[in-house]
């Protein structure tokens, strides 16, 4: 065989090898490398879902601290039922306190629910208007939680001074007696 010949066959023989290398073992573990980088990719979008989810919790952990100081600011306000008879007599009080007088006070039926109890409370007065006024106010900066639902007020004829007949609903809110 000749030199040339030999050359041709070593070249060949190299390019074969070369061939038979790159599909039987670069094929197979390029293959495998990118199987492995798509794996890599999906744990990665998953840990990054999860950071997510970790900081949206957080921001729920936040606003549930929120929600749990806000329900303590309005429990602070919701006095015992026991206590009713001290707001009734707080709200006789602020009314004699500006000259009007009481011309009748009833409880009307209460209405319980979980979180509270509310128990309206019928008000019939008679004064100045500027009084009454002033009684609204002074009733709205009680530590408590109070609601007008109704209110009616009617000027009292043959008197020029302003006087008024006032008939109001008001509900003062409770705790629920815990039983």
């Not at 074969?16 to 670069?26: C, E, T, V």
């Not at 199987?35 to 957080?58: G, I, S, W």
């Not at 500006?98 to 109890?117: E, F, G």
């Not at 709205?140 to 009617?154: F, Y």
């Amino acid at each position: 065989m000749s030199s040339g010949a030999r050359h041709v066959l070593f070249f060949g023989l190299l390019m074969g090898l070369s061939i038979a290398g790159y599909q039987f073992m670069i094929r197979p573990s390029n293959a495998q490398l990118a199987a492995a980088k798509q794996r890599v990719e999906a744990k990665l979008a998953k840990l990054a879902e999860f950071e997510k989810a970790t900081a949206k919790v957080q921001d729920i952990n936040k606003q549930m601290a929120q929600i749990d100081q806000a329900i303590a600011f309005f429990e602070s306000k919701l006095p015992p039922s026991s206590q009713i008879h001290k707001v009734l007599e707080q709200v006789t009080l602020i009314a004699q306190r500006h000259n009007l007088d009481p011309k009748t006070i009833r409880t009307l039926a209460r209405k319980d629910s979980d979180a509270y109890v509310e128990q309206p409370l019928s008000l019939q007065l008679e004064g100045n208007f500027n009084a009454f006024y002033s009684f609204l106010l002074e009733l709205e900066r009680l530590p408590r939680i109070i609601r007008v639902s109704k209110m009616d007020l009617v000027k009292v004829k043959d008197q020029n001074a302003g006087i008024i007949t006032a008939d109001l609903v008001i509900s003062i809110f409770f705790q629920p007696s815990k039983a």
